[in-house]
């Protein structure tokens, strides 16, 4: 492989090579542990897990399916005590239970489904000479499912487009679906972004005046049956029966993981659509600004910036004041403009300067200090952009990206980073063509966007760091690294930083024949754009929640072993447990051996 030593502080480890082992592949000189895996208890008393004798009521209790984001947050005053925060994206049934029927789950089945979703909040303790961590039973330990009661606020709250048979407020919502990745806030709550939340819902069809149709069209709200089949156990889930049902999903939720009783908020501020995450960056004068991406080829990128300051401390005035926060402010849509338009063909061919340009967010939607909404569209009420932000974006010509997953601040420079996955649509038939921000036609590989942004304001500058792939091919760049030197990389998802400035990625849906990984590159100074793989996660696994601490570096691995027809009788994957055991869904955490410093 490419066992380059590192050059930047911080990524001193030799790459992991591109392979198709069953196992987390890591560097010469660490150790690694599965911290939790799916089926593991959260609460005590939770039955322990037996795959073949699962039950709704032991889901409830136990850590549920597809782990995604993680947050770790120190536990003030206990050394190598955090609360580890974890999102449980979406269940995999043909690889959860034996012999199961797509066409006629069992209504026990569906009730594990809705249990294995949400988010599991569990205590973790560490060593002081190792980066080792165990789960641990505490008062903050908690499961939120699909079933678990969350208050909507912002301008939809209590609109007649949220109001429901179970809920005429238009203020209480059951469940949270499909929570990809988030972000952990200074003020110490976790934030989850509700992504494909459109699988769940079913016979959109059946809503036939002409705009109620076109809502659902652009959210890609399925016709006829869902693949769960969850609406003939709820009717719910059904668009015939309970039109505004699906409106009430698609936000980005709050959590105070502190409070185990605590009721999480829908923020309908920040919009509906597809949402990867959100993640916060603080600007100089106290405001709070929450970068989000709609993760649909050909979708748009947004942030949300504050009226009120960020109160500083964790107190509980600091905490009231800033659970706030999302409540007023201003979103944006993105719109980007290339300095060398005439230049691209969608070969992924670098222009002299590299692939770089302009932007402005354009204002959609301004939320009060009463909670209610202006819309800033025309030809839309506050209501409908807060939940149709898509057909909001549309309507201002916002640029159509390659996907936009996590975006990501640099604490210690502010540049603002994006991981654009992949775009195989992109120039195909009467799709978009390429563009400077997104430059190859049919990509398979994905990018990641450098913006250096006026964080409250509506101007910023662009450049492509990474067009991701082999650096082989002619139509990769690695930040003007030399391409002899780095690793193979191919559709970027998430985004960490560790505490050099050095950013982390993590990737999902490798188009390189090699399973998936996390990979540090070095932003600044001689070597910006070296990208090493540090670890591979095992086959059919996606890399997900990179947190990387001095002394740490954890991963989700989501979804080992899926693959299209992978089933309970033909795993692609035993991890974590091995042998002939199914496959796990886990979160896994890698140190350096006698606990040193992580790439140093
Ligand atoms: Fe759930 Fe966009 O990844
Ligand atoms: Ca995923
Ligand atoms: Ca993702
Ligand atoms: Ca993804």
Redesign the pocket.
């Known amino acids: 492989g490419t066992g380059t030593a590192g050059t930047g502080t911080g990524t001193g480890f030799t790459a992991v090579a591109p392979n198709t082992e069953d196992a987390l592949v890591i560097p010469e000189g660490y150790e690694q542990s599965v911290v939790i895996r799916w089926g593991d208890a959260v609460l005590e008393g939770a039955p322990a897990f037996d795959f073949d004798a699962q039950t709704a009521a032991a889901a409830a209790q136990q850590f549920g399916f597809n782990c995604?984001f993680a947050g770790l947050l120190p536990i003030e005053g206990q050394a190598d005590k955090f609360l580890l925060v974890v999102s449980h994206?979406y269940t995999t049934e043909p690889m959860m239970f034996r012999g199961y029927d797509s066409a006629a789950p069992t209504r026990e089945q569906f009730e594990i489904a809705l249990a294995g979703h949400g988010l599991s909040v569990v205590e973790v303790h560490g060593k002081s000479d190792s980066g080792e961590l165990k789960p641990a039973f505490g008062k903050y330990n908690r499961r939120l499912t699909a079933t678990s009661e969350f208050e909507v606020k912002g301008p939809a709250a209590g609109s007649d487009l949220l109001r429901t048979t179970a809920d005429p407020t238009g203020t209480k919502v059951l469940g949270t679906l499909n929570n990809?990745?988030g972000g952990v806030t200074p003020w110490g709550t976790v934030l989850s972004g509700e992504?494909?939340f459109n699988q769940y819902f079913a016979n959109a069809e059946t809503v036939t005046d002409p705009a109620g149709a076109a809502r659902l069209k652009r959210y890609g709200i399925p016709t006829g049956a869902s693949e769960r089949k969850w609406e003939t156990f709820d009717p719910r889930f059904d668009v015939a029966a309970e039109p505004n049902e699906v409106n009430r999903f698609g936000y980005i939720v709050e959590l105070n993981p502190w409070d185990a009783t605590s009721v999480p908020v829908k923020h309908t501020s920040l919009g509906r659509f597809k949402h990867?995450a959100a993640t916060i960056y603080v600007a100089g004068d106290g405001s709070v600004i929450a970068y989000s991406g709609d993760?649909e080829r050909f979708d748009y990128m947004y942030k949300f910036v504050s009226t009120k300051k960020v109160q500083p401390g964790m107190g509980a005035a600091s905490m009231r004041h800033n659970m706030t926060i999302l409540d007023e402010g201003t979103l944006y849509v993105a719109k980007l403009t290339g300095d060398h338009a005439d230049e691209i063909d969608g070969s992924g061919k670098v222009p002299d300067g590299g692939f770089t340009g302009k932007g402005q967010w354009i204002p959609l939607l301004e939320t009060g200090a009463d909670g209610k909404g202006k819309s800033l569209v025309d030809g839309m009420s506050a209501e409908e952009v807060a939940v149709f932000t898509r057909l909001a974006g549309d309507k201002v010509g916002a640029t159509k990206m390659d996907r936009p997953?996590d975006f990501e601040a640099n604490p210690k420079t502010g540049k603002v980073y994006v991981a654009l996955?992949n775009n195989t649509n992109r120039g195909k038939d009467d799709y978009p063509r390429a563009d400077e921000a997104n430059p190859r036609n049919l990509n398979k590989n994905g990018q990641v966007l450098e913006i250096a942004d006026d964080h409250t304001g509506t101007d910023f500058t662009w450049t492509l760091l990474l067009v991701c792939g082999d650096p082989a091919a002619a139509d990769t760049y690695f930040g003007g690294f030399d391409k002899s030197k780095v690793s193979p990389i191919s559709c970027p998802?998430n985004l960490a930083f560790d505490p050099h400035g050095n950013l982390w990625v993590s990737t999902?849906g490798n188009a390189l024949k090699s399973n998936d990984g996390l990979f540090s590159v070095i932003l600044d100074g001689p070597d910006r754009g070296e990208t090493k793989q540090f670890l591979t996660v095992p086959r059919g696994a996606e890399t997900c929640g990179p947190i990387v601490t001095e002394k740490h570096v954890i991963v989700c691995v989501q979804h080992p072993g899926e693959s299209d027809d992978a089933t309970v009788d033909k795993p692609l994957s035993n991890w974590p447990d091995g042998g002939s055991a199914q496959p796990r869904p886990s979160v896994a955490v890698v140190w350096k051996k006698n606990g040193g410093r992580i790439g140093v």
């Open positions: 995604d994206e990809c990745a992504e494909n990867e993760d997953e996955t998802d999902d």
